[in-house]
Structure formats: structure tokens, C-alpha cells
């Protein structure tokens, strides 16, 4: 168990609908990052917050945003689904920015759009 | 930005066997993480080793950061090792990692 939760775990919706990720990093740890894993794609990051500020952005589309909040947990926001964006999201987080912490990932949560 | 590669792609191995995975990156780093994707897609942390060696049970890992590449070794393996490895770097200066494509491996009873 790496410490960080991700809900809800597995989810399927249909096209056009929106739908909203959460994530709650490892006690202590203040930068949470998105990744998502597809089978074309395979693992790309998408968007690094940190206390509360967005740090770093990656490969993210227009229509999904995110954000973390006061006690440090995080969302990500997910509309107007399409079919390509069936994926595992993961969330991670580290202790604070820098290239010498270890990141870890939670369990993911598998979107399916049908 | 920093091309990850790793090799070789697929590996299937006897229980018991021993085999060595490795991680070719372009530019240099201070920052390499080893992870583990189980069948169930879960990433698991083996190793953060920007350098040098370190060992953990059967698995070993090692990064010569002046050549530019990292060595991950699973000996006397397990059906349980079964899963994708990956490698990962930090882009540029920045925390965001980049994933190599994985070395898919499977150990058969």
C-alpha cells in the first residue's frame, strides 16, 4: 500500500458526460501529480500541483482540469468524455518538489467510455 | 525532451530463472525510479536510484549516470514478478517523470 487513495476505482459513463477523480496523497506529502495510462499512449503525465498551486503541466486537454485543496487532496475534472479517453488515471505524490523525492502512485482508477 | 528507452520489450522466463531489464535515457539525469505494474495496473515503487546500486531481496538495481542508462536484475524469479517494469526520468529540470514503454514480463510455473 503506497499510502495514496484514489476513488472511485473503476467507472464507466458515456460519452459526452463528465466525471470527477479524487485522490488523497500519502500523509505528509504536499505535491500530488495526474498521470494517465492509455494503450496508445502509454504513461504520460498530465498536471503537478503543489500546496494547493499548480506546479507543472504535461499532456492535459482542454476539457479536463484539476485542482487541489486546503487539506491537500485533489480532483480531476473530466468533460465532454469521448471514447479515447477511456484510460487508468493514477494519482502520486511526493514529499515537495525536487528531483530527489521518490514518487509515490496510488491504485488508479479505470475509466471506461462507452 | 528526454527519450526513455527500455529493453527488451517482452520477456518470458522459467520460475527460478534469472534475467536483467534495461533502461536507456538521453540526456542526464539525478533522479531514476524503477516501478512495477502488476496484472491489476497498480505501480509499485522498486527503486529511486539515480546512482550506483542498491538491493532489495532478489531484485537489484543499478544506474550508471554518466553512460546514461540503469540495469534492473530479478533473480530466482517468481510467478508473483509477472506485471510490466518501467523505468522513469524527470523532464529536464522539472518533477514531471517520463515512462519508458516497459518491459512486459512473464514467469511461467
Known amino acids: 500500500d503506497s499510502g495514496v487513495t484514489q476513488t472511485p476505482k473503476h467507472l464507466i459513463t458515456a460519452t459526452g458526460q463528465r466525471v470527477t477523480l479524487r485522490c488523497s496523497p500519502r500523509?505528509?506529502?504536499?505535491?500530488v501529480y495526474w498521470y494517465q495510462q492509455s494503450l496508445d499512449q502509454g504513461l504520460q503525465f498530465l498536471i503537478q500541483y503543489y500546496n494547493g498551486e499548480e506546479r507543472a503541466k504535461g499532456n492535459i486537454l482542454e476539457r479536463f482540469s484539476a485542482q487541489q485543496f486546503p487539506d491537500l487532496h485533489s480532483e480531476l475534472n473530466l468533460s465532454s468524455l469521448e471514447l479515447g479517453d477511456s484510460a487508468l488515471y493514477f494519482c502520486?505524490?511526493?514529499?515537495?518538489?525536487?528531483?530527489?523525492?521518490?514518487?509515490?502512485f496510488g491504485e488508479g482508477s479505470w475509466l471506461t467510455v462507452v | 525532451g528526454i527519450q526513455v528507452e527500455q529493453s527488451p520489450p517482452d520477456l518470458i522466463l522459467q520460475e527460478g530463472a534469472n534475467s536483467t531489464l534495461r533502461c536507456n535515457f538521453s540526456d542526464s539525469v539525478n533522479n531514476l525510479q524503477w516501478f512495477h505494474q502488476n496484472p491489476w495496473g497498480q505501480l509499485i515503487n522498486l527503486f529511486y536510484?539515480?546512482?550506483g546500486t542498491k538491493q532489495n531481496g532478489r531484485l537489484s538495481a543499478t544506474t550508471v549516470a554518466t553512460e546514461r542508462y540503469s540495469l534492473l536484475y530479478i533473480s530466482s524469479s517468481q510467478t508473483t514478478d509477472s506485471g510490466v517494469y518501467f523505468c522513469a526520468v524527470p523532464q529536464g529540470g522539472s518533477e514531471k517523470l517520463v515512462f519508458g514503454k516497459g518491459t512486459k514480463l512473464t514467469v511461467n510455473p
Open positions: 502520486a505524490s511526493s514529499q515537495t518538489p525536487g528531483l530527489g523525492n521518490t514518487i509515490y
Open positions: 500523509s505528509g506529502d504536499l505535491s
Open positions: 536510484i539515480p546512482s
